[in-house]
């Protein structure tokens, strides 16, 4: 049997406030899970780095972290970084990105979430 399957799932966050970075975090520790795109049109790709390493209630990252030709690059996996406001935009497909969690606070209902299917994803989690 030449094939090869892989447990491992592809996801992406939009919004990298408290609950997104914690979601980065967590999926760092476990490896069925790869971050591959995050999304917050309103903190940049330096600031996205410092957010990672410090944290008041968690503590510094234990790993390392980067900006490197626009993307986020956490243990030297490299993560793309969007900022788009509307959850279509997303280029979740072409990502890669099967799950996303949806960590904005403003896509709670199903209607709104679903709009992360039209950028390309399978499926969603609100938090």
Not at 78 to 100: F, S
């Amino acid at each position: 049997d030449n094939i090869i399957r892989s447990n491992m799932v592809k996801i992406g966050i939009n919004g990298f406030g408290r609950i997104g970075r914690l979601v980065m975090r967590a999926a760092q520790n476990n490896a069925n899970v790869e971050v591959v795109a995050v999304n917050d049109p309103f903190i940049d790709l330096e600031y996205m780095v410092y957010l990672t390493k410090y944290d008041s209630t968690h503590g510094n990252f234990k790993g390392t972290v980067e900006a490197k030709d626009g993307k986020l690059v956490i243990n030297g996996n490299a993560i793309n970084v969007h900022a788009c406001r509307n959850p279509e935009e997303i280029p979740w497909g072409t990502d890669g990105v099967e799950i996303v969690i949806e960590s904005t606070g403003v896509f709670l209902t199903k209607e709104k979430a679903s709009a992360h299917i039209k950028g390309g994803a399978k499926k969603v989690v609100i938090s």
